[in-house]
């Protein structure tokens, strides 16, 4: 049980204080609500070109690492679909030098040409790198191009292309700056040996003078029922051929979420797990296979990918996943197969929940996700998942009509 206090601060910034006094550290966490889905289609990634733009310094602070690193500190920080997250650790008597840096470059980031093509640089190496350099690089762009039509997760966190990264302007990477990057708009939560009043008051000090800015309205346009399977084929020049396929699955705050994640341990978490056991182990048609959620707070896909053992079809691969998936909708699972994913999943928890700086992470999650007190919850809403609920949520996730697939074809 992670216990906390939480207070909305009157610029909107809401506080999340969470007391640990077994450590000497302090766990620092803004999470801010913006995501690439908040980007426009003709200007995508800027929310994770801000997450190295952010690093820049601030008009008062020229290098942001170097008063935490005095500190005996560290920070890092990471974009998604649906939110950015900064954080810092370090000795907790020095927690104010945290708060300082955070604060001033919420109030005061520096916008600069110079330092803005800098990060720009950056970001397009990064994604020549992963996207154009590195075998199937591609693969996410073309898969979640394939599965939205109309909805902003249709492109990837870096960006649907170089271009748009290279084009943005100081003027835009201003107005975006002071739409979403206010106190408004963000979750700051603190865990380590302090009591709440003392954050509060600490949060106050640091962050009660930043003028909040416009509430942010999404008009997020709505992605339309998938009817119809979807296929496409690619051919490049990489090791052996592959499979991906992406099924339309809940948002990561329905209820249908915790089975749909439970099936995506039966299916490939560890060598037991199902498609590991069939597909690798006996049949050997996949060198690997493996299976993840998106996880996002709109309408998220359930992925299966694999890469092809040579001699084995594209058809043939493909059946074969779908003939492990169909066993998931008409044959229960076995309460004892069940109680291991789901023992494995609560020590996942329990096991995250050691780290302080998990907790502040997860704290401030929860409450962009609606409810903070939802990190508490997750493991009994795993646990109460029936078989019955796996096989529901099987026949909704596999059915052919809402799966999107991609056969990437290895150039000889």
Not at 83 to 107: C, G, V
Not at 135 to 154: A, K, T
Not at 310 to 322: F, H, L, N
Not at 348 to 353: K, L, M, N, P, R
Request: with cysteine; charged share 25%; glycine share 4%.
């Amino acid at each position: 049980m992670i216990h906390f206090e939480l207070t909305t601060l009157p610029n909107g910034l809401r506080v999340i204080a969470h007391e640990d006094n077994t450590t000497g550290m302090a766990a620092v966490n803004i999470l801010y609500k913006v995501g690439s889905r908040d980007e426009h289609e003709d200007h995508t990634g800027f929310a994770h070109l801000f997450e190295h733009f952010m690093f820049e310094g601030s008009v008062n602070i020229p290098h942001f690492d170097t008063p935490l690193q005095y500190a005996g500190g560290e920070n890092n920080a990471f974009t998604t679909t649906d939110f950015t997250n900064y954080y810092e650790l370090l000795p907790s008597k020095n927690i104010e030098t945290a708060l300082w840096l955070e604060s001033d470059r919420m109030l005061s980031l520096a916008f600069d040409d110079a330092l803005l093509e800098v990060q720009k640089n950056v970001v397009m190496e990064e994604f020549k790198e992963y996207y154009i350099n590195q075998p199937y690089g591609d693969v996410w762009h073309r898969l979640v191009g394939l599965s939205y039509q109309v909805h902003p997760y249709r492109w990837p966190v870096i960006g649907k292309s170089l271009e748009h990264i290279a084009q943005v302007k100081l003027q835009e990477a201003k107005d975006f700056f002071y739409k979403y990057y206010r106190p408004n708009n963000a979750i700051l939560s603190i865990a380590g040996p302090l009591r709440a009043p003392e954050v509060f008051q600490l949060a106050e000090k640091w962050f009660g003078d930043i003028s909040p800015g416009q509430p942010v309205e999404r008009n997020i346009p709505a992605e339309p029922p998938q009817t119809e399977p979807r296929f496409l084929e690619v051919r490049a020049k990489v090791p052996v051929n592959a499979i991906y396929k992406a099924y339309k699955m809940c948002a990561r705050t329905d209820t249908g979420f915790y089975a749909a994640d439970l099936i995506r341990d039966l299916l490939s978490n560890g060598e037991s797990s199902r498609l590991y056991q069939q597909l690798v182990k006996e049949k050997k048609m996949f060198s690997i296979i493996s299976a993840y959620l998106t996880e996002t707070v709109d309408e998220g896909l359930f992925v299966i990918e694999g890469k092809i053992s040579d001699g084995v079809s594209m058809d043939d691969a493909d059946r074969a996943i779908t003939s492990v998936t169909d066993t998931l909708i008409h044959d229960a699972v076995s309460d004892r197969e069940l109680a291991k994913v789901k023992n494995k999943i609560e020590s996942y928890i329990t096991f995250s929940e050691v780290n302080i700086l998990n907790r502040a992470m997860n704290l401030a999650y929860y409450d962009m996700l609606g409810d903070p007190d939802g990190v508490n919850k997750e493991a009994e809403k795993y646990k109460a998942v029936t078989s019955m609920q796996i096989q529901e949520a099987s026949a909704r996730i596999f059915s052919p009509k809402v799966c999107s697939t991609i056969y990437y074809f290895a150039e000889k």
